[in-house]
């Protein structure tokens, strides 16, 4: 019941979305943001207007896969978490975070988008 009743309370109907309309991932509290803060660290209350993070200076949530516990890599070969916020990775010249990873659909990562 309080399992039940917790869910209730807080249902989010967020999903990491490939085109098409195929919810590829749920989104839930515990989901990692870019940013490395949780979707629960987030302004949830309004998600149409803003979900920017209550932690730092991330200005909306964005999910990115992982491979189990591990950060995915992009294209630069560094994980997704050595990129800042604007996507600029911090090890090298990157400008812009590619993740090279295939989501289960088959689709690549790039082609999915954070749904609120």
């Known amino acids: 019941a309080v399992v039940s ?11 990491w979305r490939v085109e098409g309309g ?5 989104i839930g509290p515990e989901s990692l943001c870019h940013c490395q803060h949780r979707y629960r660290q987030h302004n949830t209350d309004n998600p ?12 909306a949530y964005e999910y ?11 294209k630069c070969k560094h994980h ?8 600029k990775c911090t090890r090298c010249a990157c400008t812009s975070l ?13 082609l999915h988008s954070t749904c609120l």
């Open 98 to 110: 590619h993740i090279t990873f295939t989501c289960p659909c088959g689709k690549a990562a790039y």
């Open 5 to 15: 009743t917790q869910s209730t309370g807080n249902r989010l109907f967020v999903s």
């Open 22 to 26: 195929i919810d590829c991932e749920l």
């Open 48 to 59: 149409e207007k803003n979900t920017k993070c209550k932690n730092c200076r991330c200005k």
């Open 64 to 74: 990115v896969p992982r491979m189990g516990s591990q950060p995915t890599r992009c």
């Open 80 to 87: 997704s978490t050595d990129h800042d916020l604007k996507k």
